[in-house]
């Protein structure tokens, strides 16, 4: 299964951006997934997740200002992004929980002035 992520761009603090991640095939199977994000020099960090029966859960840092919701029929994870902060800055990317697939590129959002 490959995953693409899409919808990173820049935006200034207080700003949204909707990222969409695109399975190559059904994820109906996939329990749990998740986004993920990578900041320069800092590790790979699990953001928000969603289950199949659309439990979610959500890092501190993100709660109250993202969304995460799947679409088994379209295949595709989204991830609502509101009230952006600098420190948001990242690569962002999609997989299950725990992580079992190939990363794909991620989508890179920046968040400046």
């Known amino acids: 299964v490959q995953l693409q992520a899409s919808g990173g761009g820049l935006v200034q603090p207080g700003g949204s951006l909707r990222l969409s991640c695109v399975a190559s095939r059904s994820i109906f199977s996939f329990n749990v997934m998740a986004w993920y994000r990578q900041a320069p020099g800092k590790q790979r960090e699990l953001v928000a997740a969603?289950?199949?029966?659309?439990?979610?859960n959500y890092a501190e840092y993100v709660k109250g200002r993202f969304t995460i919701s799947r679409d088994n029929a379209k295949n595709v994870v989204y991830l609502q992004m509101n009230s952006l902060k600098p420190e948001d800055t990242a690569v962002y990317y999609c997989n299950l929980v725990p992580a079992q697939l190939t990363w794909g590129q991620g989508t890179l959002v920046t968040v400046s002035s």
């Open positions: 969603v289950a199949n029966h659309g439990t979610t």
